[in-house]
């Protein structure tokens, strides 16, 4: 092969990678498409072929004896045909438990084996690579490297890969592999009535979809309690963040202004507030606010703080909001008093001279400071709120149960988020599990966009290094 005819890929583009070593490659090269490590092996790199083959025959097992029948069921649109039960046997005069297939446990191995693929397939395209490498090396009149000078390289000069492999495993395991999974079950009727494993639920389509945005079913069809419950998740998640942000501030700005004895002890006593566990703390509140709770016995009263139903259930909305302050501040509060403590005081002293009020400096000076320093904090604060499912469902369990604006047949309650409602969709006694990933993939889709517009929009990004 001519020194000329041997290519070097641009950047990382893979296709190209694979391309150049099908055109350019040597046979050995190119056999390595077939026979994963075939490259290196004829080459004398013995111990990293052997691995690449090794991957290459536990690849191929794993998918003619496991994998590969529950690919062909995704891919051909069938979770199963045979159900579950029992045969009365003549000849035995009993009945036999039949074993029928498990539609939720074909699409989950399905889903399992469909990323092991995937990553079959990297491993796949390494080999190629670094067959196509040696090609070049050897033509460069380089030595080829050792399986023992790859491995100290791996543990020095890239040792960032073994390090970060085992939360990159927790990621498929935990987060990648459940997220596919609930975007597939949107798409089919897995409820109630197709439980496996007595029955079976099949691909559905859109058809989902179309349950919980179409307005066909009048004021009690998903749509509009969907509408609602979603506008209900934004104002909770606005005033759940900013109140604690704002409130939080101007507590800190109250105890670093000079003049103010014991500092130390007003932030310990909030640091004393937060050390008790928020859920124990949301469990007292429900108990004081409760029609015969502790605030009514002492008020002499009877109001349904978190069971009014009048005027959209506002009243038990505002208590949830006010309760978050109570447990939410103390955290803002400690964060914006190590940041204020931070603020040059040139600033400060270059106002004054100025002729700047107190609340000219405010204004132009913290609360900028402030907002550039907490932007990722507030965006992070608010996704978190529309997710925050032990506020609501420890103070009202969501509630109070209103089906003249929340239809029985959707299952929501007045103070329900997205996320309870989410849950309740699955753990109540008629489950819905397909609309309840139809909900999962709204909040995932919201809560993704929302993060990637302010924070890139935020002043934090627009202005880096202002304050440096």
Request: glycine share 8%.
């Amino acid at each position: 092969m001519e020194e000329n005819t041997l290519k070097k890929p641009k950047g990382r583009n893979v296709i190209q990678h694979l391309y150049y070593a099908l055109r350019y490659g040597s046979y050995k090269t190119r056999l390595s498409f077939l026979v994963m490590g075939f490259g290196q092996i004829a080459e004398g790199q013995i111990g990293k072929g052997l691995l690449y083959l090794l991957t290459q025959i536990a690849g191929l097992l794993f998918t003619l004896l496991f994998g590969g029948r529950y690919i062909l069921h995704l891919f051909s649109g069938d979770l199963g045909s045979k159900l579950s039960g029992e045969r009365w046997n003549e000849e035995l005069q009993m009945f036999e438990k039949i074993k029928g297939d498990n539609s939720f446990l074909i699409l989950l191995y399905g889903v399992v084996s469909i990323v092991l693929l995937l990553l079959f397939t990297v491993v796949w395209v390494m080999n190629i690579k670094g067959s196509y490498d040696n090609d070049r090396r050897l033509i460069e009149g380089r030595d080829l490297t050792t399986f023992r000078e790859d491995m100290q390289t791996l543990i020095n000069e890239r040792f960032h890969i073994p390090l970060l492999s085992i939360p990159f495993v927790g990621l498929l395991i935990f987060t990648v592999m459940p997220l596919i999974f609930m975007v597939l079950i949107a798409f089919t009727n897995y409820d109630y009535a197709h439980t496996p494993p007595g029955k079976l639920f099949d691909w559905v389509g859109f058809e989902n979809f179309k349950t919980m945005f179409s307005l066909s079913a009048g004021s009690s069809g998903f749509a509009v309690v969907f509408l609602r419950v979603l506008l209900w998740t934004f104002v909770w998640a606005f005033f759940a963040t900013f109140t604690n942000y704002f409130l939080g501030l101007i507590i800190a700005l109250l105890i670093h202004k000079k003049g103010i004895k014991f500092k130390a002890l007003w932030r310990t006593l909030f640091v004393v507030a937060i050390a008790v566990p928020q859920f124990v703390t949301l469990l007292l509140m429900q108990k004081i606010l409760d029609t015969d709770g502790i605030l009514n016995a002492i008020l002499g009263t009877r109001i349904l703080w978190l069971t009014d139903q009048r005027y959209f259930s506002l009243l038990p909305r505002v208590m949830i909001i006010l309760v978050n302050i109570w447990i939410g501040v103390p955290y803002t509060l400690l964060m914006c008093s190590g940041i204020l403590m931070n603020i040059p005081a040139d600033y400060y002293e270059a106002a004054r001279i100025d002729g700047a009020g107190a609340s000219r400096i405010f204004f132009d000076i913290t609360l900028p400071y402030m907002m550039h320093i907490t932007a990722p904090y507030l965006i992070t604060q608010f996704v978190g709120n529309i997710n925050n499912f032990n506020v609501i469902w420890l103070l009202t369990g969501g509630g109070p149960v209103n089906n003249v604006y929340y239809g029985g047949g959707t299952q929501a309650q007045s103070t329900d988020l997205l996320v309870t409602w989410l849950y309740r969709l699955t753990t109540d006694q008629n489950p819905k599990y397909n609309v309840a990933s139809v909900i999962g993939i709204v909040i995932f889709v919201i809560s993704a966009v929302l993060s990637l517009i302010t924070y890139n929009r935020s002043a934090t990004v627009k202005s880096e290094g202002e304050f440096q």
